[in-house]
């Protein structure tokens, strides 16, 4: 079967330097060895731990104490094919370009590896980089967004160390990346949220004992490669009291689910009415959505690279603006499912679990950019748009069977419509 490699690339041309010490720049053959590096990065999935060759991480060596620099290069593509050396043992190191900061929108990855040089022999060594920071994604459901017009929900680790996310940053927040430096024993998720009869408040406390596997597989502490997922659901019942469903998913290279519920009492800004008056339930809001399916597709292994994008367009008309497109996916091949689980989790994107929320999702666009494909993504409000699930194709190539693509597109006022595109791919 075909594998599909991502290779990390800089946003920006990088000018490559090098520094060198002035004993090895006058090094002869004598007493010397040539030492080769390469650089990988193994991101922390959720079904498999893939690694992937990168060439614009910085890289410096040094000496066996780990504190003096023998040389640095900005990149591994700015190295010499073999760098001459003493003999004797080092210490590599390589991270992701730039310099760690406490919150990010992208993982971050560093790692060492010790190094020998022997005498007129070269030495291969590989440098394995480990994402060093947590991802932390929320998401919201219909009912949520509909209930709350304001929220905050943070995250903390006990140090002053927090990140939060508001409704200022949209209803599909992306990921966010966070340097818990040494590791936290436990993380507390605070939940504030104003609906239209006052204040909501919950909370729960996330252990990383609640994880079946992890990324570095020992520690009892979060660290770099744990990746959070804290999904809420609220409840409102008929008696003015709302309930907050508070799910987290906490992954390494597995997932366990762990369902906390919490339910808030009446913040004293309402009474809920005791009476036995009929409840008169809202109305359902009228549809202006528009959804244009492609018909049903087949094609063969080996065809999905050439093939036509724009055969898996779908066209989507919302009078009153688009509020959420949610994208999920099913397959009749578990290798499809592997590959979108443990790709998807790299990202932050859950297509075959709770689903993908497109509309102002960064995240999507970088996982179709890892297929070499282009996306846009739609605003809140915008009134069209074509989800191309072309982009698909290349994917599909080399995975036989029936997949499914599930589509829900909501409106501004709440009104839904959903549809269905299946994809036949023949061996």
């Known amino acids: 079967m075909k594998r599909y490699k991502l290779f990390l690339g800089c946003a920006a041309a990088l000018a490559l330097a090098s520094c ?9 053959g004598k007493d010397a060895g040539h030492l080769e590096v390469s650089v990988e990065t193994q991101l922390p999935m959720k079904t498999r ?20 620099k023998v040389a640095s290069y900005d990149a591994v593509s700015a190295m010499p094919a073999a760098v001459l050396l003493p003999v004797g043992d080092y210490v590599l190191e390589a991270h992701s370009p730039g310099v760690m900061e406490t919150i990010m929108t992208t993982p971050y990855y560093k790692g060492t590896e010790n190094s020998t040089i022997i005498k007129e022999t070269t030495t291969q060594s590989t440098i394995t980089c480990k994402q060093a920071n947590t991802s932390v994604t929320v998401h919201y459901d219909q009912d949520f967004i509909a209930l709350f017009t304001t929220w905050t929900i943070t995250f903390d680790d006990g140090t002053n160390n927090a990140l939060s996310f508001t409704n200022d940053d949209g209803v599909s927040p992306a990921t966010l990346y966070w340097d818990l430096g040494e590791g936290a024993e436990r993380l507390t998720v605070t939940f504030r949220g104003v609906n ?8 729960m406390v996330l252990t990383k004992s609640q994880a079946t596997e992890t990324y570095d597989g020992q520690s009892t502490n979060f660290s770099g490669g744990d990746g959070i997922v804290v999904n809420f659901t609220p409840t409102e019942a008929t008696t003015g ?12 290279l ?16 309402f009474t809920p009415d005791p009476g036995n008056d009929p409840v008169t339930p809202d109305p359902q809001p009228s549809s202006s959505i528009t959804l244009t ?3 049903p597709l087949t094609f063969s292994m080996g065809e999905g690279g050439s093939l036509d994008k724009s055969l898996g367009n779908t066209i989507i008309q919302a009078e009153d603006g688009i509020r959420s497109l949610m994208v999920t996916a099913e397959s009749s091949n578990p290798d499809m499912v592997a590959s979108l689980e443990a790709v998807g989790a790299g990202y932050g994107l859950d297509f075959v679990g709770a689903g993908v929320e497109v509309v102002g999702n960064t995240d ?3 996982f179709f950019s890892g ?3 282009t996306l846009s993504v739609p605003a809140q409000g915008d009134t069209s748009y074509e989800f191309p699930i072309g982009n698909f194709f290349v994917l599909l190539d080399v995975m036989s069977g029936t997949h499914t693509f599930h589509l829900t597109v909501t409106d501004m006022n709440g009104a839904t419509k959903s549809g269905t595109v299946v994809i036949t791919v023949n061996e």
């Open 20 to 28: 060198v010490s002035e004993d090895i720049s006058k090094l002869t």
């Open 254 to 269: 597995d997932a366990e689910e762990v369902p906390v519920v919490v339910e808030v009492v009446d913040n004293g800004q």
């Open 196 to 203: 239209r009869d006052g204040t909501v408040t919950a909370s």
């Open 241 to 252: 009291y709302v309930t907050i469903g508070i799910t987290a998913s906490i992954f390494g």
């Open 364 to 366: 999507l666009v970088s």
């Open 371 to 373: 297929l070499g494909q």
């Open 49 to 68: 731990a893939d690694v992937y060759t990168v060439t614009n991480f910085p890289v410096t060596i040094y000496e066996s104490n780990g504190t003096t």
């Open 293 to 295: 399916l492609p018909a």
